[in-house]
């Protein structure tokens, strides 16, 4: 996939990016109406069978297996991750959106890839009871066709365009299917950088393509996509108007559609909440993205309440009304005290650091850049337990950065995030996967193992450092890279490690590691002693 960009405000150029139809690029003509892109007429028959005719294949011509498909969305993740700034900006310009919500997006849309690749392997079928003697009966999963990804239809949910492009399209991509992300009108450079990720990354010819049209046109291309023979599945997200149409042109030609509809949501206080904490959430309701969330608050609804504590929260620009009939009362309001708005952005902050922290913990290991990797560290308390290592931070960079130049490989991909702060320390949990490449008896496997980093964490002199680390392992698997080649594990070592990283812990082995047994998992008297510690580190904060 090419892409091309003119900018010449003054002269009314725009700025384009090309279309991707069976790996081919599509030079649009721009739509003089919005200054996105244009395709100036709905798709044909002939020009959409270039994206049906084929299954998805390797560049190699081969079929494209789970393994591969798993690498390809892992290398994906990466590409968006380094791709931040470009994207955040694209998308910023295009929808007028607050960079922080940019930079949101494009964390949720790298979690889904790495999520998406992880289940690769998750597509397994099931064997069937038969009354028919000596017959086996399976149920085998298979790939449904061509998915097409109807991010925007009319009414667009540009407001969220990484999240919900990518979701998308990322899981029937992951399962096998082609398919085809038609773009919002309003954000379609920001939805076209997915497809480069994915077209970058290793995607198969023809597996993933993109199409955008005139806002005017859209009602013809979304027919022209659905009614199509080769077109299983249609997955929309929008307005529940838009949502009918689509619902009705999928019943008419025997498409399936899913369908995710909504509008704006009501704010209810009860009569014993408190309003003091009420205010924040719904403030952040209303206005979060400039309020085109599709659950953002428009209203605030109140039920029971004396006239003594109608008051709708600070800043609100509507107010309460009462679900049990007029009231002659005038709504108060009541402004926040400048000290609980800075508690407020202090903890926003806070967690902001901390995932940073983390984020830049695995980037900076990973590459290498053992300078910046110390410093995520406390400088006199900092502590690592792994399968490999147990001791200081200063030891196991040392010994990472030796591993690291005798060609050791081991990356880490980083999920869903939480912290709990007291005071200047901190608990936090981000899901995982460890990702270790080696070989075993003279066969080169991938150990791919899923869990969470717990890891502990203090202020010092004014930034938040990494004070101890400690994964918990919840479960693994090894996968042999060649396909033709065969491996056959040793049952007694295999087994002298819990389930959650008994094929780390096996592969760790034979490459000369001493690893440590016992160490947490999903559940168990080891993980509990963990939560316990972590419960106890932030009562001695208070």
């Known amino acids: 996939m090419s892409a091309t960009e003119t900018e010449a405000p003054t002269s009314g150029a725009v700025r384009t990016s090309d279309l991707l139809v069976a790996a081919a690029s599509v030079r649009p003509r721009p739509s003089p109406v919005n200054r996105s892109r244009g395709s100036r007429r709905p798709p044909s028959r002939t020009s959409t069978s270039r994206w049906t005719r084929r299954r998805p294949r390797s560049r190699r011509g081969r079929i494209f297996r789970p393994a591969a498909r798993r690498s390809v969305l892992e290398r994906a993740a990466v590409l968006l991750g380094e791709r931040t700034d470009d994207i955040v900006a694209t998308m910023s310009r295009e929808m007028g959106a607050a960079l922080p919500w940019c930079g949101f997006n494009v964390h949720v849309a790298k979690g889904m890839l790495i999520e998406a690749a992880a289940q690769a392997y998750a597509a397994v079928g099931e064997v069937i009871p038969s009354d028919v003697p000596g017959l086996t009966a399976l149920g085998v999963r298979q790939p ?7 991010v925007v239809v009319g009414i667009a949910p540009w407001n969220a365009p990484l999240i919900l492009g990518v979701r998308s399209i990322v899981w029937p991509l992951v399962w096998g299917d082609t398919v085809v992300l038609k773009s919002s009108e309003q954000t379609p450079l920001t939805q076209a950088a997915i497809v480069q990720v994915l077209h970058d990354a290793g995607v198969p010819d023809g ?35 838009v949502g009918r149409i689509i619902g009705e042109l999928g019943g008419r030609h025997l498409t399936r559609v899913g369908l995710e509809l909504g509008g704006k949501a009501p704010f ?11 205010a924040a959430p719904a403030g952040l309701g209303a206005f979060m993205n400039q309020g085109e969330l599709r659950p953002s608050a428009r209203r605030w609804e109140r039920h029971g309440w004396t006239p003594a504590r ?3 929260p600070s800043g609100s620009t509507e107010s309460w009304r009462s679900s049990s009939g007029p009231s002659d009362e005038a709504p108060e309001t009541r402004d926040l005290h400048p000290s609980e708005e800075s508690t407020m952005s202090q903890a926003d902050n806070d967690r902001h650091e901390i995932r940073q922290l983390i984020e830049n913990w695995a980037l900076w290991r990973d590459a290498g850049d053992w300078g910046r990797f110390a410093t995520v560290w406390h400088p006199r308390d900092g502590r690592m337990s792994a399968t490999w290592f147990q001791g200081s931070a200063t030891d196991f960079i040392k010994a990472s950065r030796e591993g690291f130049e005798n060609g050791i490989s081991i990356l880490h991909f980083l999920g869903g995030h939480t912290a ?3 005071g200047d320390r901190a608990v936090a949990q981000t899901k995982m996967t460890i990702n270790q490449r080696a070989s075993v008896d003279g066969v080169e496997v991938d ?3 899923t869990g969470r980093f717990y890891d502990f964490l203090a202020r010092h002199e004014g930034r938040w450092t990494l004070v101890r680390r400690q994964p918990i392992y919840e479960k693994d698997r090894l996968d042999v890279v060649d396909p033709a080649a065969s491996l056959t594990l040793d049952p007694d070592l295999l087994n002298r490690f819990p389930i959650g990283y008994r094929h780390l812990g096996y592969l760790q082995t034979k490459a000369g590691f001493t690893v ?21 580190w932030l009562v001695e904060a208070r």
Not at 211 to 225: K, R
Request: proline share 6%; aromatic share 2%; net charge negative.
């Open 207 to 241: 597996a993933v393509n993109l199409i955008s049209n005139a806002p005017e046109e859209g009602p013809s291309v979304i027919e022209a996509l659905i009614a199509h023979r080769a077109v299983t599945r249609v997955q929309c997200t929008g307005s529940s108007r």
């Open 420 to 422: 709990d702060i007291v």
């Open 144 to 150: 449904v066709g061509v998915v097409v990804g109807v």
């Open 268 to 278: 209810l206080v009860l009569p014993d909440a408190d309003l003091e904490e009420a």
């Open 516 to 536: 440590k047994e016992g160490l947490p998992g999903l559940t168990g008297t080891a993980v509990e002693q963990l939560y316990g510690e972590g419960r106890q």
């Open 447 to 449: 150990v791919v193992c």
């Open 310 to 312: 109608q008051r709708p």
